[in-house]
Structure formats: C-alpha cells, structure tokens
C-alpha cells in the first residue's frame, strides 16, 4: 500500500528534522545524534552531527543477527563468462570481513582513502563494503576511463592503496586494467603504498614488487570488525564531469547517506526486506553505489550484480533472463539500454521465453526518458515504468514517479514529483522563481537532503562557486526544466558544458582540453549532437593551424584515438568536422549556445545526427554563415 505523497513532502519541507529523525529509526546507530541538522556553518550542513554508526554493519551484520543470516544478499551473474555466484548475508559478511583484515593489515584505518578499479565482480562490493567496514573511505573508478583519467583521481584522493582486477570484459575484447594502473601511478604524483590485484582467468595480470595478489592476502587474513565512525565522516568520494578536465569529487558521508538510502527502497522503489532488486548499471557510476551495493543490502533486500550488455551476449532478451532466473521483484537501467533491446528486438519476441511473474515495476533513469520508449516498454513488460531524476552530487532521487508514495499518474516525459526534503524550484536568469510551466534552471532550497554530498573533496571553495553561488540559497543542479501545475518536473537539458552519452555523463571541457593538444589543432569546441542510441554523442569541431594539409578523414581518426587513449572508450568520441572558424562573440569567447543550437534537433525538421553526411554539411554551412 502505497503512503500518501503529499503529507509526506509537506512534512518534510515544513518540519525537516522531525520527519529525518523518523526515517533514522532504520538505522541502527552506535550513539545518537547531537542534533539532527547542524546549520551552524552554512552553507556547509550537515545531518545527524554527533551520531556515531557503521554503513557495513548495517548493510550486512545486522541483518544477520536478525536471523536473515541465510538469506541470500548479492546474486552475481555475468553474461561475459557465464559465471554465477550466490552469496547469503553471512557469506557476504565473512568475505567483507576478510577483505577488510587484509587491508587493514596493509595500514588502512578509518579516514583512509582506497582507490577501487574493478569490473563488474562480487569482489568490487566485497571490496566497497570493506572499506566502509574499517571507516575508510573508497572512491570507485569506472573501468571505461583510461590511465590519465585515473591518474587524475589517483592524485586528487592520495589513496592508500589500489584495489583493481586484471581486466575487465567488452563484447569482443578483453580490457587489460593492469598496464591502465601501471601508467596511471606512473603519471601520478601521488604514488598509493600498493595494489591489491584481482586475478582473473581471462587475463592474468603481470606483477611488480607494488602488487598484492587478492587470493594470497586472503590466505594469513584475519577477519576485521565494524569501525564506528561518525555520521559525517565521508563514506565515500565519486569523482563526476564537470566542466573542466579536472572531475569533482563528490564526497557523500555515513549518517544521512543510509537513512536516506534505506528509506527509498521502501518510498521510492515500494521494496522491503527479502525483495529482489536489481538496478543493471556499473559500480563505477553512482547507481551503482546507491543501488547495486548500499540501498538494496541497508534494507535487507537481495541485489543482483550483472556483467554484461543488455543486447550482443548472447542476445536482446539477456535483462529479461536475469529477472525471470533472479526472481527480480524491481530494475532499475537507463533508457539508452532499453533501446538497444527495442532497437535488436522491436516486437519483444525474447520476453516470451522468460517468466517474469515476480517482477512488479521497471524505474529509469540516468537520461531524460523519451516518451515513445516509456510508452514501448510499459507496453510490452505490463508493469509501470517510473522515470526518476538524480545526480551523482544527491545519491538518489531528487524528484521521482514513486512506487511506495501516491505521486499519481505518470506522464510520459516527466521525471515525477519532488521526492520529501527536496524543495525544488524553477528559477529564470535573474533567480526569480518562475510560475508552473516556466522553463528556467532547476534548484533546490538549502538544505539539501540526507545523503546528498555536503562538499566537494578538499574543494570547499569549488563546492560553493560551481553548485550555490550563482543562486544564494540555492544547490544549482546544472539541469533545465520546467514544473507543471500538478507538480511534475520535466527535466530538459543541462545549463551547462555537461553531455549525457548513453546514460554517462561526460564534460565537453574535458575533452576539449585533450582535442586542443593535437599538434594540428589551433582551437576546438565540443558539444553534444542527438544520436538515436545514446540520446547523445560528443561532436567536435576542429579548427586547424594556419597551413595544416589534412585529409579530414586522417586527422579525424587521429583525435578519436587521442580522445580514446585519454579519456578512455566511455566518451564514445567518433565524430569531428573540421570548419573554418567558430561562431565567437566580439571579444573572442566561442559562442557555444551557437554551437548548441547549430545541432540541436528543434532547429531541424529531423534531428540531425552524426552519421547522416547531409546533416553535417548543412551544419558546416550554417557555421559558415554563422
Ligand atoms: N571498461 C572498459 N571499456 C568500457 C566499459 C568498461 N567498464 N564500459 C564501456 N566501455 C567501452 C565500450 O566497450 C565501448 O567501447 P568501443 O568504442 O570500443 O565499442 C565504449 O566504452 C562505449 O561504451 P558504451 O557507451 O557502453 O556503448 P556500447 O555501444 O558498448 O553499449 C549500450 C551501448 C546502450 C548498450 C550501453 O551504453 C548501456 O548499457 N548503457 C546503459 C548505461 C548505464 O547503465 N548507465 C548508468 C546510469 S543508470
Ligand atoms: P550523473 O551524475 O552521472 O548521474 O548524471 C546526472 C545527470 O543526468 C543529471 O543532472 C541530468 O542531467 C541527467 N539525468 C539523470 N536522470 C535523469 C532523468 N530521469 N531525466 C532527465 N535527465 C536525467
């Protein structure tokens, strides 16, 4: 039964601390809170100051002594291999327990930093889960990006050590993740003491006197138990795209990230214990964090962990496989996943060969969900599919279409309403708030809620210029939109230089900054450009030093490659234009909303597209008149 969305929100809003105080009664802490929202430094705020609490204990070990010990906690499957593995909670507890012994024995203790760069195995949250076990903090690393990437993360967090696999694994090519390490250290100026390195039979990775094999560290370990850290010690730092080459790291904490995350399952996802959950993304991205690891395993439900494609391993039908096998209950993916499955099988004739009677409702989010592929999918599983607007800075929804609170019917386009303790508003430039169905930037009135970031790593400074300056009192979420009469958000586009490429956010600055050491490149600029697939795909455009010759063709290739070796394949950069100049303003800035709008769909009678030579023309030669 569904709880009632609009007294909860007003309560939230009106009496914040009463209402967070609540939804703390399911977390069990070590020593209560001083005072639930500390306001004496603003706009640094922070909740439950004072408590004390362990993450780990509560995703894992009291279930356990709830006598759920025998449930299962984590199903792995991985479509590349065709490994499964179940683990009980108490499993799950003795390895993490482990794992947490063998870095505590490399010096690791509670405010460390660990660098975790790891595919899609059980031992990436063995490892996350670890960390947070001895209070030190883990900041994850997706395998997509490449050495510099790393190095970049490596030097900004001064990790104790390095958890990483040997590879990782890609339709049709193995991901060697070692020599990425070895070149990431050796571009660091901050060398991690050691690595601990996951040997895995597809690719065993070559060792240097820095490495430690996992199995043999597991060999003389001896369990660790719960550290108590403070409720706002961080739990851990995700580093994001913002709009220079140097990523933010989004730094989340203890207290308020797991009562806040606990609280979801129930209101947000209608999931309570022993529930099956699954949320098909990477540990590298913050869904994962929130939803394959802390969410599902702090309110006892069983998560799945899959490593694979949702088309090409073996076929379109794979998602449906893990939920009829898994008896998934909830998923939760992007849309870009949903139309590649619709893209290789438009009729949905592969869900036919599967029973998904257990499965009760599919969320989306990551991307703005696009009306034609809400309705498809509604269509064609019978159960509702709920879009929902987050951000690597919040941990979880800011405004949602909730399975667990009566936010109404869903209209197809919008991401829901805001979620409780999110005061979201609709500002125009000057900051004046804008009537329902005015479109202007999207904020949230400070306080943010529990288990939204309360700073930026070592970046205090950052944290206010680039999320509260430009409007007081408010967390700027760099994202458009507009709210309705009824409440529905309706997010539309990023104020900033901020792509969403297949449901991964990329910064355009970032590579800018790489396109621009091309030794032919005089200046460059990139923005997104609609692709069918991915919603979006970087496009650059080029221009060459004075008496450069090159084919296009040629140079394109080259900056592909460049982008590719240092960013990593994750850009999915496949596209330049080589122009003759850039729309700039009299004082020389590039008119990048020009740039924006030269390739944003409204513009033309169909949206243009990277792969269609028409379109491109016709963009070079709006350029040209530009
Ligand atoms: N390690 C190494 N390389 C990786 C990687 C990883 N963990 N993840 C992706 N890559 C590589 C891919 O192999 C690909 O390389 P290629 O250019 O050599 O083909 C490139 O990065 C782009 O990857 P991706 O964007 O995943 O494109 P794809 O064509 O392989 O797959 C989709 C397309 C739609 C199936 C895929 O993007 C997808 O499942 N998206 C869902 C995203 C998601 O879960 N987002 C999280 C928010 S919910
Ligand atoms: P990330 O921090 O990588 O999770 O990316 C967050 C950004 O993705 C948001 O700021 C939005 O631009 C976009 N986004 C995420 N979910 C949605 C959604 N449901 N609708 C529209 N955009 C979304």
Redesign the pocket.
Known sequence: MAKDYESAFRRSIESPEEFWAEQAEGISWDKPWDTVLDESNPPFYRWFAGARLNTCYNALDRHIEAGRGDQPALYFDSAMTGAKRKYTFSELRDEVALFAGVLSRQGVARGDRVIIYM??VPEALIAMLACARLGAVHSVV???FAARELATRIDDAAPRLVVAGSC?L??G?I?EYKPLLDEAIEIAANKPGCCIILQRDECRAEMNERDIDWQEALQDATPHDCVSVEATDPLYILYTSGTTGQPKGVVHDNGGHAVALNWTMENVYGVGTGDVFW????V??V??HSYIVYGPLLRGCTTVMFEG???GTPDAGEFWRVIADYGVNVM???P??I??IRREDPSGELLRHHDLSQYRTQFV??ERCDPETLLWTRELLGVPVLDHWWQTETAWAIAANAAGLTTGEVKAGSAGKAMPGWDVCILDDEGSELPPGGQGAVVCRLPMAPGAFPTLWNADDRFIDSYLNEFPGYYQTGDAGLMDEDGYLYIMSRTDDVIN????RLSTGAIEEVLATHTDVAECAVTGIHDE??GQVPMAFLVLKAGVERTEADLVGETVQLV?DKI???A?FRKALVVKRLPKTRSGKILRRTLRNLVDGDNYSVPPTIDDPAILQEIEDRLGAA
Do not use: I, N
Request: net charge positive; proline share 10%; no cysteine.
């Open positions: 595919p899609m997706f395998g997509g990782g890609e339709p090519r991901v949320a098909a993304s990477d590298g991205w869904v994962g494609k949702p088309v939760f993916t992007a870009t996943a139309r590649a989010a990551g490429v297949a449901g991964h697939l991915k590719r990593g394949p994750v999915a």
